[in-house]
């Protein structure tokens, strides 16, 4: 038998119980393993005991989060307003145009921005083209796939001879 204290913010608040039919000794991975499951196990048992104050709390939470969203707003407004030389007014409807044209949050789209990733909200004109060459395979992968999570418009190759040549992106990222 193995007994595991259930711990919540330095206090015991339970303990898991483990029994065996053979006598043996745990690892350090299975006792890492067993110490996880009472810590969820233990924040369970809080929930249940803080179950009926629950409600005021999501209330509260759900205010912050909204709070924390309108700042986000208002920061994307500002960068944008003054990357593109633009007014307040025009750098918002420029967000909100784009949250619409992606069928998004607006907070989506104020995060790319305030992220520093490409600037696609910044409209027509911003060439978010990157070009990346490297002749291992996984290094291209990689590293295209954040640059297409970050937003840009990757074309991905492993040689230079096989990069366009027509309307080449006006940045490359090369071996």
């Not at 005021?56 to 700042?71: K, Y």
């Not at 707003?73 to 030389?85: P, Y």
Request: with cysteine; charged share 20%; net charge negative.
């Amino acid at each position: 038998m193995h007994t595991v204290p259930m711990e919540a913010f330095g206090a015991v608040v339970g303990t898991v119980v483990l029994t065996s039919r053979e006598h043996r000794t745990l690892s350090a991975g299975e006792i890492a393993f067993v110490r996880g499951c009472a810590g969820i196990a233990a924040a369970g048992l809080l929930a249940d005991a803080v179950a009926e104050t629950l409600p005021s709390a999501v209330l509260r939470l759900t205010r912050h989060t909204a709070q924390q969203d309108q700042i986000a707003v208002w920061q994307a407004v500002g960068m944008l307003a003054t990357r593109r030389g633009v007014d307040l007014a025009a750098a918002e409807a420029m967000l909100r145009a784009h949250a619409r044209g992606l069928a998004e949050p607006l907070v989506h789209s104020a995060e790319r921005v305030a992220g520093g990733g490409a600037d696609e909200v910044a409209g027509p004109g911003h060439d978010t083209r990157i070009l990346v060459v490297d002749p291992d395979r996984f290094t291209v992968s990689c590293l295209s796939d954040a640059l297409r999570a970050a937003g840009f418009d990757v074309t991905a190759v492993v040689s230079a001879a096989a990069a366009p040549t027509a309307a080449p992106p006006p940045v490359a990222i090369i071996d």
